[in-house]
């Protein structure tokens, strides 16, 4: 089992950088599958970004390809987002997710077994 933590939201103007993080505890982190999902309100939790167990092979939703960065450091048992560009619409609750079971990340948020609290995001016009 894995818990995740998230850190790095806040209120940012658009145009404006963030970077998440998300620390999991327990020593297999690299075994996981992980990825970034967000949920706005009043709409369904969205696939943002994912690397499998190794780092490689980010994936990315379109509407986030060329703002949003992926990557994580299995020795610090931490993955990150690097956000630019924020636009209004990025505004959500973002949480880190761990597939044990899977190399790649899926965009289907019902292959993830664990989830973080979340960490609000909020882009202003």
């Known amino acids: 089992q894995v818990q995740l933590v998230e850190s790095g939201g806040g209120l940012v103007q658009a145009g404006g950088s963030l970077r998440l993080s998300c620390a999991a505890s327990g020593r297999t982190f690299s075994r996981y599958a992980m990825a970034w999902f967000r949920q706005a309100p009043g709409k369904e939790r969205e696939f943002v970004a994912g690397?499998?167990?190794?780092?490689?092979?980010?994936d990315y939703l379109d509407s986030v390809k060329g703002r949003f960065t992926v990557s994580r450091d299995n020795a610090k048992n931490t993955i990150y987002l690097q956000m630019t560009s924020l636009r209004p619409e990025d505004t959500a609750v973002y949480y880190c997710?761990?597939?044990?079971?899977?190399?790649?990340?899926?965009?289907?948020?019902?292959?993830?077994?664990?989830w973080g609290q979340g960490t609000q995001v909020t882009v202003s016009s």
């Open positions: 997710a761990a597939d044990p079971y899977r190399f790649g990340a899926s965009s289907r948020a019902g292959q993830y077994d664990y």
């Open positions: 690397v499998n167990r190794n780092g490689g092979n980010p």
